[in-house]
């Protein structure tokens, strides 16, 4: 091998073990750490992120790329090496433009303003998080001018989730599914779906999830589910993924919030090996890795050849609660649509009108067009419009979510995206297995996690994430036509209750 | 603040940073990891550890611990500034003696050793661990050349376990407990403990367990109790302590496990929040350290005092088991003395006699005199001699413990030293507590917690092991006396069964 290309590499490996002991510390931060030991945990993140950031921005980098430069031209770019000297110099070009002291202003801020925000969740009080909405923004503003864009300061925000994405195409996007959604939403049959709101034991939820998950096709001893507040997926390496999730005390959400993320550990689980420990080893975008969580969320786990195998299982494990409610009735409560105030409860035809509301706000906080101080109004405005309802506090409003309190602005798109996105894969998934409908029904679930595992999980972040798009589907342009076929289809199907 | 101390304190704490997250990374790994996850963790605790010893050894630390003399020399010795300069000069120079190939290479070996015993061990087959033994040793005697050494050259090992004391110290403090201990063996009366024997539920132990815990004097919300296979406490800041235990099929072992595990977890709770991410926040010896695991677990949770107010409880948890039981047949059991082949398995009396012997082949091995070949046949002699045993296979005899795979050779004499060093305290702590005994016996343990925190806990590793045991007793020697007399006593009030 090229001897700068192996330093490179080298270097990179090392840069990606500090980044695999955050997520570690980060992992158990979230799910075991007992909470005196939140201080210590941030100076460790802190410092590890630090001595990462210093390595991968430091001089050596940008001269071992500008030496890589005849070799990456002579390379196939499709290859393993050709695509990393391409992906560093992107990431390193982008990093150097950010000073180090604003990058560390923004971690502080936004450890600081996710303490204030828990607190003015619980108390209902915005005018106490507005400070800190203020503060963010300001540093975002920082952020935008050390870069240059076109049609919208957002786009530098937007990239640092969905990469070489403009805010005016998640507009076109936006555009397109929201008179529709809101069509949908209004037409769509009351179902009833009381069976699901009673107790269901935390315990038998749990091992109905494991049972679940040892089908999807992970590899034995590479995986594990723990219990947390806020469900998430880490990828330590792709043989060691940390699922989490949530029982509730009432309701079965544990099961598709554990396919969810399941989604996004089985992306990380079939990233190719020889792209470990480098900054191939990831989904190309949040809107891609997202994709997955929701086609094993929804187009998996809400179907009904899935619970065709499932439900007879799942009626064994909850005698009591669903013992005389048939397979139809439960199929059409879980796919039921219905406005809500909270997007993580939200349904799937719902769910993307909440990101609406929020990428509207975002844009204009960013633009200039919406002062953070008359963003709660704005927000019980939209809620008003897209699905009418009227908003009762902060905590089912503008307070529902931590992302604004950390600094991640440019983040909620994704999720519609991943929405979106998932239904265009989903039809070159149909066309590849024919058989799928089939497998699902008897319980088969490798043989779509490896067809996803080939064809795109494998690649890694060798290509930007519409050049993946490409690669499965022929098509590098977001459409949004079979996401809302798939929506009219599903809400068409579902028996209206007496 | 001077500042170049400050420099000193800022470097210092990165580094802590750094280990502190390879502590929590060795959590995970031996906690909750799947097995797929390790060959990533061995490459993150490689770069981690690797950054840390860089950063420490780095020149810049020497020049600032130059500059800073004349203000060391100005201050207060048993001020924290002083401690933290003298430590830390201590530190940097033995660590820069030893080359950075050697340390990797000796880490390599460790790691590779680790996996070869696991399966030596499974297999009762010591000539397939004699090629990592002779590798471990021949590393050894690499680093014994970087340091100098007058009694013994095995003295430069146990400085890395026991630093300051010599070779020869140890051998004078075993050769006068090992006589008295065999003699103690031999009379010990026979007592019943067969109802021990029997299986205990697991949830019901931790619970147990976990009450326990709860009385320590832990600060709420700053400690954990997990399973494992082989119970260790990690001290990721004074206020994340993480201790493990195991629940055998039978017995119930876990509670002394827990006890041990818990004193271990004090100590580092207890060290001053100001020496926290420093060299400093730590005990100053393993022999310290494991006297305080002893305290707990032997001098607390065997005495009868701890039983009278929580066999009741006990009772409760377990009545078929231990229903028809009554407190002085239970305090009998727990501390009877009974040769066996396995150390960690080991009572009270007996366990020293396990470490005497595995000191004696440690010292011969690396003074020369004995062949890594012969070690088994030494090791089967020894136990003969000591505890009058004939060794049955590999697995109970010279392949039981995994320290010397990783390299860990002069780790043994310390748990020893801990049973002797933690009556020498014991003595002050009766003194210093005159309610002590009805205190523990009304499950009031948090003055003994208390004053330990206050008097040696808190001084963390700003004094030498013998300077800090002076300071608490008067006395900077070990005296094996008060642990014969102990064990005397002890044995004497046992009722011999019919």
């Given at each position: 091998?090229?001897?700068?290309?192996?330093?490179?590499?080298d270097?990179?490996a090392?840069?990606?073990?500090?980044?695999?002991?955050m997520?570690?510390?980060?992992w158990?931060?979230?799910?075991?750490?007992p909470?005196?030991?939140?201080?210590?945990?941030?100076?460790?993140?802190?410092?590890?992120?630090?001595?990462?950031?210093?390595?991968?921005?430091?001089?050596?980098?940008g001269s071992?790329?500008?030496?890589?430069r005849?070799?990456?031209?002579?390379?196939?770019?499709?290859?393993?090496?050709?695509?990393?000297i391409?992906?560093?110099?992107?990431?390193?070009?982008k990093?150097?433009?950010v000073?180090?002291?604003?990058?560390?202003?923004?971690?502080?801020?936004?450890?600081?303003?996710h303490?204030?925000?828990v607190?003015?969740?619980?108390?209902?009080d915005?005018?106490?998080?507005?400070p800190?909405?203020?503060?963010?923004?300001?540093?975002?503003?920082?952020y935008?001018e050390?870069?240059?864009?076109?049609?919208?300061?957002?786009?530098?925000?937007?990239?640092?989730?969905?990469?070489?994405?403009?805010?005016?195409?998640?507009?076109?996007?936006?555009?397109?599914?929201?008179?529709a959604l809101?069509e949908?939403?209004?037409d769509?049959?009351?179902?009833?779906a009381?069976?699901?709101?009673?107790p269901?034991?935390?315990?038998k939820q749990?091992?109905?999830?494991?049972?679940?998950?040892a089908?999807?096709?992970?590899e034995?001893g590479?995986?594990?589910?723990?219990?947390?507040?806020?469900?998430?997926?880490?990828?330590?390496?792709?043989?060691?993924?940390?699922m989490?999730t949530?029982?509730q005390?009432?309701?079965?959400?544990?099961?598709?919030?554990?396919?969810?993320?399941?989604?996004?550990?089985l992306?990380g689980?079939?990233?190719?090996?020889?792209?470990q420990?480098?900054?191939l080893?990831?989904?190309?975008?949040?809107?891609?890795?997202?994709?997955?969580?929701?086609?094993?969320?929804?187009?998996?786990?809400?179907?009904?050849?899935?619970?065709?195998?499932?439900?007879?299982p799942?009626?064994?494990?909850?005698?009591?609660q669903?013992?005389?409610v048939?397979l139809?009735?439960?199929?059409?409560?879980?796919?039921?649509?219905?406005?809500?105030f909270?997007?993580?409860?939200?349904?799937?035809?719902?769910?993307?009108l909440?990101?609406?509301?929020?990428?509207?706000?975002?844009?204009?906080?960013i633009?200039?067009?919406?002062?953070?101080?008359?963003?709660?109004?704005?927000?019980n405005?939209?809620?008003?419009?897209?699905?009418?309802?009227?908003?009762?506090?902060?905590a089912?409003?503008?307070?529902q979510?931590?992302?604004w309190?950390?600094?991640?602005?440019?983040?909620?798109?994704?999720?519609?995206?991943?929405?979106v996105?998932?239904?265009?894969?989903?039809a070159?998934?149909?066309?590849?297995?024919?058989?799928?409908?089939a497998?699902?029904?008897?319980g088969?679930?490798e043989?779509?996690?490896?067809?996803?595992?080939?064809?795109?999980?494998?690649?890694?972040?060798?290509?930007?994430?519409?050049?993946?798009?490409?690669?499965?589907?022929?098509?590098?342009?977001i459409?949004?036509?079979?996401y809302?076929?798939?929506?009219?289809?599903?809400?068409?199907?579902?028996?209206?209750?007496?």
């Amino acid at each position: 091998m090229n001897a700068d290309l192996r330093t490179l590499r080298d270097r990179l490996a090392e840069i990606s073990d500090l980044h695999r002991s955050m997520s570690v510390l980060g992992w158990d931060q979230r799910v075991t750490m007992p909470p005196g030991g939140n201080p210590a945990r941030a100076e460790s993140l802190a410092t590890l992120g630090r001595i990462a950031h210093e390595m991968f921005t430091a001089d050596e980098i940008g001269s071992l790329l500008e030496k890589l430069r005849p070799l990456e031209e002579s390379l196939d770019p499709d290859s393993d090496d050709a695509s990393l000297i391409r992906v560093t110099r992107h990431d390193w070009e982008k990093n150097r433009k950010v000073p180090a002291d604003l990058r560390a202003e923004m971690l502080r801020a936004g450890a600081h303003g996710h303490q204030v925000w828990v607190e003015a969740r619980a108390n209902n009080d915005f005018p106490a998080f507005l400070p800190v909405l203020e503060r963010n923004l300001e540093l975002k503003q920082r952020y935008v001018e050390c870069f240059e864009w076109d049609d919208s300061p957002y786009t530098v925000l937007l990239d640092d989730y969905e990469p070489f994405m403009k805010t005016t195409e998640v507009a076109e996007v936006f555009d397109e599914i929201k008179p529709a959604l809101s069509e949908l939403v209004q037409d769509a049959p009351k179902v009833d779906a009381s069976f699901l709101d009673v107790p269901f034991d935390a315990d038998k939820q749990r091992e109905f999830a494991n049972r679940i998950l040892a089908t999807l096709g992970f590899e034995n001893g590479s995986w594990r589910l723990d219990p947390t507040v806020h469900p998430f997926c880490s990828t330590f390496s792709n043989r060691d993924i940390r699922m989490t999730t949530r029982y509730q005390p009432t309701g079965l959400d544990s099961i598709w919030s554990t396919m969810h993320e399941a989604g996004h550990g089985l992306y990380g689980h079939g990233i190719a090996s020889s792209l470990q420990r480098s900054p191939l080893a990831n989904a190309p975008s949040l809107g891609l890795n997202e994709s997955q969580s929701r086609t094993w969320e929804n187009l998996v786990g809400r179907s009904r050849p899935f619970w065709s195998h499932w439900y007879e299982p799942l009626q064994e494990t909850f005698p009591d609660q669903l013992g005389s409610v048939d397979l139809d009735a439960f199929v059409a409560a879980i796919n039921r649509a219905e406005p809500g105030f909270i997007r993580v409860e939200a349904d799937e035809t719902t769910y993307s009108l909440h990101i609406i509301l929020r990428f509207g706000l975002e844009r204009q906080l960013i633009e200039g067009t919406l002062e953070p101080k008359d963003v709660r109004e704005a927000w019980n405005a939209g809620m008003k419009e897209l699905l009418g309802l009227e908003v009762p506090d902060d905590a089912n409003g503008v307070l529902q979510d931590t992302h604004w309190s950390g600094g991640g602005i440019g983040y909620f798109p994704t999720y519609a995206l991943g929405n979106v996105i998932s239904l265009q894969i989903w039809a070159v998934v149909q066309d590849a297995l024919p058989d799928l409908e089939a497998q699902i029904a008897a319980g088969e679930l490798e043989p779509l996690s490896d067809w996803l595992r080939e064809n795109l999980y494998s690649l890694g972040r060798k290509f930007k994430p519409m050049d993946t798009l490409e690669k499965l589907t022929g098509s590098s342009r977001i459409d949004p036509q079979p996401y809302l076929a798939y929506l009219r289809e599903k809400l068409s199907a579902l028996p209206a209750s007496a």
